[in-house]
């Protein structure tokens, strides 16, 4: 297949964990998902605590319906899962990372006007350690990402570094303060860009946004990936029965069942904290925010 990245952008990701493509999804495509999103929005209209399903803001009411996360949107989705296959999303992750890849997960973020919520630093690895680190993040921006609505930053070249630890007192909290580790967030790289755009981020790269403060919406779609060649070793959030079903995960190449091993840091995400399978639940136990929070009933 023709390559979509030029050498000069697969050496931008290579050397800093993070590259944007701007204006890369048609405006057809975001219209589809805008309207999956008002779909699940009318869904949430009425709940009272989040399900399988929608992740709901702290400020959220029955009345005034506020999504932070639509979980695993490729399983309720037709529009999520027919993008996920396209080669807008897999033919720049073939660039990357090879020509087989597997599905790790989906997610769609939401961080609604005036209050959306903040993600504290962390590295997607220490969620999920694999056997090597040919993992990334394609996040597809349905919203334009500018700095007053909490867009993606990264430390540049985070993911040749250290995986940190991302515990308090002994359990995972899923998530680290950068200044406890003698970083500056000056240096952190917004990924900012039209609606359209695609964020690309390494597994090990050290990521968070902020709340979003604006008076427009940030939403952006991430499908998660690997090389089919890493294999989990512990803590990842989405369960697999087998090898078999494991493969059903595979978007494009041949699976195999050889792992290939990296000499790379690795750190277990044990013990999980006693919360809900939710990285904004899992990260409340960091007692040292990086990031403001909107507290429940503001608005």
């Known amino acids: ?23 890369h999804i048609p405006e057809t495509w975001l219209a589809r998902l805008r309207d999956e999103i008002a779909r ?41 899962r027919e993008l996920m296959y396209d080669d807008l999303i897999l033919g720049p992750a073939r660039d990357l990372i090879g020509p087989d890849l597997r599905l790790h997960t989906t997610k769609l973020n939401m961080k609604s006007a005036g209050y959306g919520a903040a993600v504290e630093w962390h590295q997607d690895y220490a969620f999920y350690p694999h056997t090597n680190d040919d993992i990334l993040a394609i996040g597809v921006c349905i919203d334009d990402m500018a700095p007053e609505n909490g867009p993606l930053q990264v430390f540049p070249g985070s993911h040749r570094g250290p995986v940190y630890d991302h515990h308090v007192n002994g359990v995972f909290a899923g998530a680290m ?17 039209p609606a359209g755009s695609l964020s690309i981020h390494h597994g090990r790269a050290l990521h968070g946004s902020a709340l979003n403060t604006s008076d427009r919406p940030r939403r952006i779609l991430f499908y998660e990936m690997m090389a089919a060649d890493a294999f989990p070793i512990m803590g990842s959030m989405t369960r697999w029965e087998g090898i078999a079903d494991y493969d059903t995960r595979m978007l494009c190449g041949t699976p195999t069942l050889q792992p290939r091993l990296k000499d790379i840091p690795i750190r277990i995400p044990q013990p999980q904290p006693d919360v809900p399978i939710s990285i904004y639940e899992i990260q409340k136990g960091l007692k040292n925010r990086a990031f403001d929070v909107v507290k429940q009933g503001d608005s």
């Open 1 to 23: 297949m023709p390559e979509v990245l030029t050498q000069a952008q697969i050496d931008t990701y290579n050397t800093d964990g993070c590259l944007v493509l701007p204006a």
């Open 40 to 80: 699940f929005e009318d869904e949430a209209r009425g709940m009272t605590a989040s399900n399988d399903r929608l992740d709901l803001e702290d400020s959220h009411t029955p009345d005034a319906p506020r999504l932070r996360r639509i979980k695993l949107p490729h399983t309720i989705s037709d529009v999520v």
């Open 177 to 193: 303060n950068p200044a406890d580790h003698g970083l500056n967030v000056k240096n952190a790289r917004q990924l900012t860009g």
